[in-house]
């Protein structure tokens, strides 16, 4: 037995220290020896047809990789998200073929006809839906801000494009198709349009400025004067020399950061530009007031200008 223990072993270290029964049928087992090396400890019944090595450490992700090999699917919505960092809900959650009658207790199971090769990869080992296809699916169990936030965190990361996120929409919109409606406004809707933020607190903003009535400003603007550059900031009106930063936790957060924040806010004064600067709170907690006291400052400077 050694040989197929061994085979066996190689395929559980790939596997989040798991493996399944027809796995482990094809490196020579049998039903029988499954049967008695779970009675002596050396594998662990997880789901129907699936076990954990002995000594395996138990994580999230042996979880998520044990639904996937229950139901010969894939990780998928709040999963996959979660898989992708794109979303704060961690349910294991997958998707199998639609003729895949695939049960596993606390495991939500989708099924699907459309899940195709391309929409498909490998995160952490984990066979999951691509950061595109799981923005489509996840507009079916979240709602339209859950998913405008989950598509600004992939752009933020770099693992897909908003051209990427509808041509993937594209495979699979259909009449009455679960989630494609939700991505789809998301989609239109997005203030920032295909520019790709810093950070979340940004797209946040544009929503903000949008749903209140504030004029489009320049995004991520580059401040010149006479040429040499003086500022890039997260939002701008040139004409009326205003500028807006929004200081999110992801790039503001450390003295250095701080400190450059505070420099590059000073060249702007000092060439004549006003600068508003709003917080994570203020822009998640108290929109409308963000909104007025930009629209304040604009009448201001309009008027002065």
């Known amino acids: 037995m050694a040989g197929p223990m061994k085979r066996l072993g190689g395929i559980a270290r790939g ?15 049998s039903d029988v020896v499954l049967h008695d090396w779970v009675g002596h400890g050396r594998l662990e019944r ?9 000594g395996a450490p138990r994580r999230w992700e042996q979880e998520v990789m044990a639904a996937v090999l229950a139901g010969d699917g894939v990780a998928s919505h709040r999963c996959a998200a979660h898989l992708w960092g794109l979303h704060d809900d961690n349910r294991v959650e997958v998707t199998v073929p639609r003729e895949r009658r695939a049960r596993a207790d606390g495991v939500v199971v989708h099924r699907s006809k459309d899940l195709v090769g391309r929409h498909c990869t490998r995160r952490t080992g984990i066979p999951v839906t691509t950061p595109m296809r799981t923005l489509v699916d996840l507009g079916a169990v979240v709602g339209d801000e859950q998913v405008a936030d989950a598509l600004e965190r992939a752009l933020i990361a770099r693992v897909c494009s908003v051209a990427a996120v509808e041509r993937a929409l594209d495979d699979v919109a259909r009449k009455g198709r679960r989630g494609a409606g939700v991505i789809r406004r998301v989609l239109d809707e997005r203030a920032l349009g295909r520019a790709r933020p810093e950070g979340l607190l940004e797209a946040r903003l544009a929503r903000v400025l949008r749903e209140h009535g504030l004029p489009a400003p320049a995004f991520q603007h580059h401040v010149r004067v006479r ?19 929004v200081d999110g936790f992801e790039v503001h957060a450390t003295p250095a950061a701080m400190q450059a924040d505070l420099e590059r806010q000073n060249r702007l004064v000092a060439a004549g530009w006003t600068v508003l600067r709003f917080t994570w709170l203020d822009v998640v907690r108290r929109p409308a007031w963000v909104a007025a006291q930009i629209k304040a400052v604009l009448l201001t400077v309009s008027r002065a200008a």
């Open 15 to 29: 596997q989040h220290g798991l493996v399944s029964r027809e796995q482990a049928l094809r490196v020579g087992l």
């Open 46 to 54: 997880v789901h129907a047809g699936v076990y954990r090595v002995g």
């Open 227 to 245: 040429g040499r550059l003086v500022a890039r900031v997260d939002f701008a009106y040139p004409d009326v020399l205003l500028a807006i930063e």
